[in-house]
Each structure stands twice: as structure tokens, then as C-alpha cells.
């Protein structure tokens, strides 16, 4: 029986691979939101004195994406 659809071209294994971009699977900035989490919970989710540590996790998201 042959087949229903036809492929464009002969299917075989091309001689290199698609040079694709990986992407990073591991998390960033976990150590300065553990910071920003730990300065929140100590001062009753108050962002006033917790400013800088706000800051520097926005920095790094900021220079991961």
C-alpha cells in the first residue's frame, strides 16, 4: 500500500545538525530572591526597608532577560 502523503524530499539523515541556540534550564537570581524574601518576612512584608535588596533582584532579572 503506498503511502498517503509523500515528503518533499528522501527522507535520510542530513550530514550536520541545525545549529539552534540552547536555551539555559537553570534558574537565575534564586540567591537575591531568597534575599528579598528573607528581608520581607523579617520586616512583616514592609518594602520600605527591604529597598536595596528590591533593587538588586531587579538588576539581575533585568541582566537575565
Known amino acids: ?4 502523503l509523500r515528503p518533499p524530499r ?3 539523515l542530513a550530514d550536520k545538525v541545525a ?6 534550564t537553570e534558574a537565575t537570581c534564586i540567591t537575591e530572591m531568597s ?3 528573607a528581608c ?3 520586616n512583616d512584608f514592609n ?3 527591604c529597598a536595596e535588596e528590591i533593587r538588586t533582584f531587579y538588576d539581575c532579572v ?4
Open 35 to 37: 534575599v528579598m524574601m
Open 40 to 42: 520581607w518576612k523579617q
Open 47 to 49: 518594602d520600605a526597608p
Open 19 to 24: 545549529n539552534r541556540r540552547e536555551q539555559s
Open 10 to 12: 528522501i527522507l535520510a
Open 1 to 4: 500500500r503506498p503511502p498517503t
Open 62 to 65: 533585568a541582566k537575565a532577560e
